[in-house]
């Protein structure tokens, strides 16, 4: 930790005029280390479900997996948020990686034994959950700080989601088909070692903090009020609770349980790479199209979220199931984009850790119980009811996102000098 880093500011030192407005060297360094640790994250759910799937365990094990990994997460992602305030986000991240790449030895261990106790195998996503918890604020934070322009490097860093997302899950379903999940493992835990070198040899500047003395309780209420204080961004995380339960939460779960059986773990994850490709592309647009209002134009995008959902409903063959997964992962890309940039240029940095906790915290508390719920549904009402249902959810959530006047109205932050 450098000295410069501990100072406490109000806004973060902008960076040099001559400094490029993506690739400074602090943003090589970060996009290194985020890069590295979403090729971690994107093996983990394919590898997961495949495994299970493929060792003759039920669809729900699959759907209580997913809960465990996403619970912790829901639920500690608020404390990430102010400790990372308090301790800067940099030191965060680095002890997150380092809980990772435990947990992922650790998980490579259970699957070569065999899993017979699942106990376990929940107990260790729940800890790489809270490791996620302790990260994600800091990944936010991060961006406005080695930036200057904060939608382009959301771009690129969303470009970079994307191509983990193209070889995570591939890589993924190939080494589950052919050798062991335990082998996605060892290589998820050498990812998060890359990530942690880099953030060490990361040098920031003034980090913006909250004043000295304050209390962990006292960070947390003043969060809550800022976070309170702007209905478009309330007013998005209310509706996609709904769309967390209904719609996004099942949609993993059970589109394994669909395609697995029917197509094979390759085919699954070759279908995940489809949604990398389409991700790639709402990305590079995501650079280039800037709207005046941002999240008007990340809902219109949106539209394409359910097209998979309906694909995998109506059992459309394997090409045009790759072609939908193309369009979800472009609209969702692009809206994510809007929704990222919004918050990390609209929000002042001393409080935006915990105000990114709290938005992310509303946007996926609801996700384990969807994921939770999958099984059941499925059982109750068929697997491609319960798809076709949460692709109509997805419909009324982008209605909802344009009939809202904040959320409409809200317009682009003036751009950093």
Not at 111 to 138: E, K, V
Not at 232 to 257: D, K
Not at 276 to 294: D, E, F, N, S, Y
């Amino acid at each position: 930790m450098t000295a410069p880093e501990l100072q406490h500011a109000r806004t973060p030192a902008p960076a040099p005029a001559a400094a490029p407005a993506i690739w400074s060297a602090g943003f090589r360094l970060y996009f290194t280390a985020r890069s590295s640790g979403l090729l971690g994250d994107a093996m983990l759910p394919v590898a997961v479900s495949a495994g299970l799937l493929g060792a003759g365990h039920p669809l729900g094990s699959v759907g209580y997996a997913m809960a465990f990994l996403m619970a912790p997460f829901a639920g500690l992602v608020l404390v990430g948020g102010v400790l990372a305030d308090r301790f800067t986000a940099r030191r965060l991240m680095i002890a997150a990686d380092l809980l990772n790449l435990v947990t992922r030895v650790l998980l490579a261990l259970l699957f070569f034994r065999g899993i017979d106790q699942l106990w376990q195998l929940y107990a260790l996503l729940a800890l790489a959950g809270t490791a996620a918890a302790m990260f994600q604020p800091g990944a936010a934070s991060t961006v406005p700080l080695v930036a200057r322009d904060v939608q382009g490097a959301n771009g690129v860093l969303r470009i970079s989601e994307a191509v983990t997302a193209l070889l995570g899950p591939a890589l993924a379903g190939v080494l589950v088909g052919a050798a062991a999940t335990g082998w996605v493992m060892v290589i998820a835990a050498a990812t998060y070692g890359v990530s942690a070198l880099c953030l060490l040899a990361l040098r920031l500047g003034a980090v913006p903090a909250p004043p000295a003395g304050d209390s962990l309780w006292r960070n947390l209420v003043v969060g809550w009020h800022e976070f309170r204080s702007r209905s478009w961004m309330w007013g998005v995380i209310v509706i996609w609770l709904f769309f967390s339960v209904l719609s996004f939460g099942p949609m993993l779960p059970v589109a394994a349980g669909v395609v697995v059986p029917q197509h094979g773990s390759t085919v699954y994850g070759l279908l995940s790479c489809a949604f990398g490709v389409g991700t790639v592309l709402g990305g590079v647009v995501a650079i280039r199209v800037k709207p005046a209002r941002p999240l008007t134009g990340g809902a219109l995008a949106l539209i394409a979220f359910p097209a998979y959902q309906f694909a995998l409903a109506l059992d459309l063959p394997v090409p045009l199931l790759a072609a939908a997964q193309l369009l979800t992962g472009a609209g969702v890309t692009f809206w994510g984009v809007m929704w990222a940039t919004s918050v990390q240029t609209q929000v002042p940095g001393e409080v935006l850790n915990r105000i990114h906790a709290y938005e992310v915290a509303g946007s996926v508390c609801m996700v384990p119980l969807g994921a939770a719920l999958a099984g059941p549904a499925a059982d109750a009402f068929g697997e491609r009811q319960v798809l076709a249902a949460g692709g109509v959810v997805a419909l009324l959530v982008v209605a909802a996102l344009l009939l809202s006047p904040p959320i409409r109205g809200l317009r682009r932050a003036v751009a950093r000098s």
